[in-house]
C-alpha cells in the first residue's frame, strides 16, 4: 500500500502548473523548428517569443533581453564571463566577487579562474556584510572592471540580500554585478532596473514551469557576455542551438501567472508563521535532549514560503530517510549534489554551529501547499522525535 505523498520542497523544484503543462503539450503537438522559414517554423517562433516577453515581464525587463538557456546553471556560466562585450567592444574583467552563500552554480564558476576570484562574507543574520563589502571594493589594488555575484533570496534560509545597497557600491566602482533572482521570482517583486543587476539568471521550475528552460536577463543590451555555446546563432547569437519550445512556452505562461498573482504569498505567509508556531509547540512538548529548536533567520528579512530549522544533534540525512518513509519530501538545510547530503556551507558562513548546520531541514511551500499539508508534517515530525527521546 503506497504512502500518500505531501510534497514540501518547493525551494527544489515546484509542481508543475497545470496551465504550463497544457501549453507544453500544445507546444508539442505543433512541433516545428523555430528557425525554419515555414509555417511550422513561424509557429514555433511565435511561441517562444510570447514566452520571451512573459519572462522579461516577471522582472521588469523588455522581451528583447531575455537570453533563454537550459536552466539556471547554464544561465549563471554564461552571465559570469571574465570577457565582456560592451557598446561592441571586449572589456576584461580582473575579478570576481561571490558572496559565500551563493548556489553552487555560481560558486562554481569555471569562466573565472579561482585565483581571482574572492569569497564575501556574510553577516550572522545570512546577509552580505554591506561595511565589509564596501571596504574590501574601495581598498582593490586595480582600477579594472570587476563583476560581482549576488543572490537576491537565499534558496536554503530564504534571507533576502541587500542587493540594491550592493549595486551602488559595485556601478560606483566600475564594476558588474550579477543577480541570482531564482528564488525571489514569483514570490517576491523582482525589478532588475531597480536592483541595479546588469545581469539577472531564472529557473523555469522554481516557479511552477517545467525542467530544462532557464533564462539569463541582460540589463543592457549594449553589455553582453562572451557566449559558451557557439553555433547557429539562436538567442541573439548569445546561446546556439535549437530551442526547447515546449519548455520555453511553459515557462513563459508560469512567469506569466507569477506576475499577476504575487498578492498570493500573502496566504503562504500565513500558511508558513501557523506551521512555525506549531512547530516549536511540538518541538517544546516532546523536549529534546540535544537542544533547543531554532529557526534559521526568524527575524530576518526572508522568503514567505521558507522555514530552514534545526535541532543540534540530530542527523538531517537520517531525519530526511524518516520524513521521506512517512511520505514527506522535505530536503535538508544543506546543498544536495550527486544524492549527498552535506553540511550547508550557507549555514557554516553564517557562523552557526556545525552541529546546527548538520541537522537543519528545509521545508518550503508554495502555490498548491494547504495547512492540512504542514500538519501532515507536523504529525510525522513528531513521530521522529519521539522515536529519538
Request: aromatic share 4%; glycine share 10%.
Amino acid at each position: 500500500m503506497s504512502v500518500k505523498r505531501t510534497y514540501l520542497d518547493y525551494n527544489a523544484s515546484a509542481p508543475l502548473l497545470p496551465e504550463a503543462h497544457e501549453a507544453m503539450l500544445a507546444a508539442i503537438e505543433a512541433g516545428g523548428n523555430a528557425s525554419s522559414v515555414h509555417a511550422n517554423g513561424r509557429k514555433a517562433r511565435a511561441l517562444i517569443e510570447a514566452a520571451r516577453t512573459k519572462v522579461g515581464d516577471l522582472v521588469g525587463a523588455s522581451a528583447a533581453q531575455v537570453v533563454f538557456t537550459s536552466g539556471a546553471t547554464e544561465a549563471a556560466q554564461l552571465g559570469l564571463s571574465p570577457i565582456l562585450q560592451v557598446r561592441g567592444k571586449d572589456v576584461l574583467l580582473d575579478h570576481l566577487y561571490i558572496s559565500a552563500i551563493e548556489h553552487p552554480c555560481v560558486l562554481s564558476s569555471s569562466r573565472f579562474d579561482e585565483s581571482i576570484r574572492t569569497i564575501l562574507p556574510v553577516t550572522d543574520d545570512g546577509a552580505l556584510d554591506l561595511p565589509e563589502f564596501q571596504r574590501i571594493i574601495a581598498n582593490r589594488a586595480s582600477d579594472a572592471p570587476f563583476m560581482v555575484a549576488l543572490m537576491l533570496a537565499n534558496n536554503e534560509t530564504g534571507i533576502i540580500q541587500p542587493v540594491k545597497e550592493a549595486a551602488n557600491i559595485i556601478h560606483n566602482a566600475g564594476g558588474y554585478l550579477l543577480v541570482d533572482a531564482v528564488q525571489a521570482a514569483g514570490r517576491i517583486a523582482v525589478d532588475m532596473g531597480e536592483l541595479g543587476a546588469d545581469f539577472l539568471i531564472l529557473s523555469s521550475h522554481k516557479i511552477g514551469g517545467p525542467q530544462g528552460a532557464g533564462a539569463l536577463v541582460l540589463g543592457n543590451k549594449e553589455i553582453k557576455p562572451r557566449p559558451i555555446i557557439r553555433g547557429g546563432g539562436q538567442e541573439f547569437q548569445l546561446r546556439a542551438g535549437t530551442e526547447n519550445v515546449a519548455a520555453i512556452a511553459g515557462f513563459g505562461v508560469a512567469a506569466n501567472l507569477c506576475t499577476g498573482q504575487l498578492d498570493h504569498m500573502q496566504k503562504i505567509v500565513y500558511v508558513r508563521d501557523r506551521f512555525e508556531e506549531e512547530l516549536k509547540t511540538t518541538c517544546k512538548l516532546i523536549g529534546n535532549k540535544r537542544g533547543p529548536l531554532v529557526i534559521i533567520g526568524e527575524n530576518s528579512e526572508r522568503l514567505a514560503n521558507t522555514t530552514c530549522f534545526a535541532v543540534a544533534g540530530i542527523n538531517a540525512e537520517t531525519a530526511l530517510i524518516s520524513l521521506d518513509l512517512d511520505g514527506i519530501s522535505v530536503s535538508s538545510g544543506s546543498a544536495c549534489s550527486s544524492g549527498r547530503v552535506e553540511t550547508s556551507h550557507v549555514l557554516m558562513a553564517m557562523g552557526l554551529d556545525k552541529d546546527i548546520a548538520k541537522s537543519a531541514i528545509r521545508v518550503s511551500i508554495g502555490w498548491n501547499t494547504s495547512e492540512a499539508d504542514t500538519k501532515r508534517f507536523l504529525e510525522a515530525w513528531s513521530s521522529y522525535l519521539k522515536r529519538l527521546t
